[in-house]
């Protein structure tokens, strides 16, 4: 027999469930009906507690970053940091890759991802931007979110057999070009 849930309980499954479902199938395909079969719950429970896909959507895919204070690292230092950080959302958290994938095909999830973007990311980068260019710090956080997408929603096996510190290597010049103009020293300008 199956134990029965709090109202708490219940919610906090369904959230958990659409997180799995959203990122593993993308908004299109991800159903309330499936949603509430992987949280264990009636379908008309999801609906009670969100009251449709998208208000569903768009509380799951609420993102925390918690970055660090990026302006407190020395320069040298902001690349791998955010990396790093970037890393364990990618890997150990479904909802950003969700958001992502979802972000391709549904216009909700597109403005939630684009707001998350300016409000989260956007201030962070633009603290260590050179000349603190939103222009610089948009480029750079576009660079992660392109990242992001080759390496785990189109899978291009030529990234994803790098290890986390063979992938940093690679990215990290062209990730410097665009927040620092070329240098790891903000407000230095590249020769050329």
């Not at 429970?45 to 020395?74: H, I, N, T």
């Amino acid at each position: 027999m199956k134990r029965s849930r709090n109202a708490a309980e219940t919610r906090t499954a369904i959230l958990s469930a659409a997180r799995s479902q959203f990122a593993e199938h993308g908004f299109d395909r991800t159903t309330l009906r499936g949603v509430a079969k992987v949280a264990g719950c009636d379908p008309v429970m999801v609906y009670r507690y969100f009251g449709s896909k998208d208000a569903l959507f768009v509380e799951a895919a609420s993102v925390d970053l918690k970055l660090p204070d990026l302006a407190a690292l020395a320069p040298d230092a902001v690349v791998p940091r955010m990396f790093e950080h970037f890393f364990k959302v990618w890997e150990e958290d479904a909802t950003f890759i969700g958001l992502l994938r979802a972000s391709a095909s549904s216009e909700e999830a597109a403005a939630v991802l684009k707001a998350f973007f300016m409000e989260s990311v956007l201030p962070q980068l633009r603290q260590v931007a050179r000349d603190g260019s939103p222009q610089r710090a948009a480029l750079a956080g576009s660079f992660i979110i392109g990242l992001a997408w080759a390496r785990y929603i189109v899978r291009n096996p030529l990234l994803t057999e790098l290890s986390r510190d063979e992938f940093l290597q690679l990215a990290r010049p062209a990730f410097e070009a665009a927040l620092f103009g070329g240098s790891a020293e903000p407000g230095l300008r590249a020769e050329g």
